[in-house]
């Protein structure tokens, strides 16, 4: 059974950067897209970035306020996803998860994953 660990999170104050990693166990990362989710206090879970497999050219998108600010990778050596979040800002403040489809290709949809981890919490604030 595919496990995901999510690890990286913590206080930053706005303007700040925070690198989260995703680590597999029990399986591997290989042939799914990986998807970064968050959870802020009293709002819906929402797709943040996400990363296709190799096979779908590993090709990354983004939600519209985590463009030019997130990065999202993969080490498939090291069977994990990170997400390097740059110029970090108030609203950014939430609970991150990490989730691996058992397809390649990405969706926003969260029901499409079949994996999740944790979490990790990332708190921006003054």
Same mark, same amino acid.
């Given at each position: #059974? ?5 690890? !990286?999170?913590?206080?930053? #104050? ?11 166990? !029990? ?7 990986? =998807? ?14 996400? &990363?296709?497999?190799?096979? $779908?050219? =590993? ?11 997130? &990065? &999202? ?10 997400? #390097? ?10 609970? $991150? $998860? ?14 499409? $994953? ?6 990790? #919490? ?5």
């Amino acid at each position: #059974q595919l496990q995901l660990v999510e690890s !990286g999170g913590g206080l930053v #104050q706005p303007g700040g950067s925070l690198r989260l990693s995703c680590t597999a166990s !029990g399986g591997t990362l290989d042939n799914s897209a990986v =998807a970064w989710f968050r959870q802020a206090p009293e709002k819906e879970l929402e797709g943040v970035s996400c &990363i296709n497999s190799p096979g $779908y050219d =590993a090709t990354t998108f983004h939600l519209d306020s985590a463009k030019g600010r997130f &990065i &999202i990778s993969r080490d498939n050596a090291k069977n994990a996803v990170f997400l #390097q979040m740059n110029n970090l800002e108030l609203e950014d403040t939430a609970v $991150y $998860y990490c989730a691996a489809g058992s397809w390649g290709k990405c969706s926003w949809a969260s029901g499409e $994953y079949d994996h999740w981890g944790q979490g990790t #919490q990332v708190n921006v604030s003054s």
